[in-house]
């Protein structure tokens, strides 16, 4: 079973930075994607950013040369960096893992995903 743990988020006021983390166990063995999603007050999820097995990285245009993601493959962690936060950025953000490749994993599965760490920007 894949259990996706977040952490970091806070209340910071606009301008400021901070690190989101996200710890993985569960097939960790396995190849796959990570991402970044996030959820405003009363609004739908929506995609912030992703990194592929081979490093690439996509990132929404909203974040786009504010946010950076990394993972650290030998710890398991998926981490966001967040700089020049704005208020807009308020938001639940939940980490999700998918597109399992290799044997003995989780290949037919839509993904998992975290229980979400709150960020909160302050103007």
């Known amino acids: 079973q894949v259990q996706l743990v977040e952490s970091g988020g806070g209340s910071v006021q606009a301008g400021g930075s901070l690190r989101l983390s996200c710890v993985i166990s569960?097939?960790?063995?396995?190849?796959?994607?990570m991402k970044w999603y996030r959820q405003a007050p009363g609004g739908e999820i929506d995609f912030v950013s992703k990194?592929?097995?081979?490093?690439?990285?996509t990132y929404a245009d909203s974040v786009k040369g504010r946010f950076t993601i990394l993972r650290d493959n030998d710890k398991d962690t998926l981490y966001l960096q967040m700089n020049a936060l704005k208020p807009e950025d308020t938001a639940m953000y939940y980490c999700?893992?998918?597109?399992?490749?290799?044997?003995?994993?989780?290949?037919?599965?839509?993904?998992?995903w975290g229980r979400g760490t709150q960020v909160t920007v302050s103007s």
């Open positions: 990194i592929n097995p081979d490093g690439r990285t």
């Open positions: 569960g097939y960790t063995y396995c190849t796959y994607n």
């Open positions: 999700k893992t998918d597109g399992y490749v290799g044997s003995s994993c989780p290949v037919q599965s839509p993904g998992y």
